[in-house]
């Protein structure tokens, strides 16, 4: 019997370490993440707190751009066209913005609705109003030179209503 207590206590032990261990590793992942997000923010914003997006970041494959205005989170992907023009939209989608979850992750050469699952292609971005879409930044939101696009701050605050939800409710 006394083998027996033996082993089950050696069992709850071994599997507090793990849990513990897992919750360490989640933790530190989340920690990353965070700073990632705040070393990216605040490496793209200039004095006048207007996004900045080097033309040389801008690839097929979707760049995520997360700003904070007056304490809210937000996204600005940008994407080459199979075309070759640079598209910019607001990582939420028009019509599943307020559910928490209308953000876009790639998928392949698609963005998808992480909320209904629409499947985007990146020649639309920029180009589809309306309906679950990335919402668009359109040119004449933005000044676009050779170098860079910048959005300004002055437009990213007036688009902080579409991002009350964002990413919060699961």
């Keep these: 019997m006394n083998q027996q207590l033996k082993k089950k206590a050696y069992r709850i032990l071994l599997s507090a370490v793990v849990i513990i261990g897992i919750s360490a590793a989640l933790t530190a992942c989340s920690k990353k993440t965070e700073s990632k997000t705040d070393n990216q923010t605040s490496k793209n914003l200039n004095e006048a707190g207007d996004l900045v997006i080097p033309v040389s970041e801008i690839s097929e494959t979707a760049n ?87 959005i300004p701050s002055d437009f990213l605050k007036e688009s902080e209503q579409i991002f009350a939800n964002w990413k919060t409710t699961y």
């Design 64 to 150: 995520f751009y997360p700003v904070n205005v007056d304490g809210k989170d937000m996204e600005v992907l940008a994407v080459k066209a199979p075309d070759g023009t640079i598209r910019t939209a607001f990582n939420t989608c028009q019509i599943c913005y307020s559910s928490g979850r209308g953000y876009y992750k790639q998928q392949g050469d698609l963005l998808v609705c992480q909320n209904c699952g629409n499947r985007f292609s990146m020649d639309l971005v920029e180009v589809e109003s309306g309906g679950c879409n990335p919402w668009p930044i359109f040119d004449k939101d933005k000044t676009a030179t050779d170098e860079s696009i910048t």
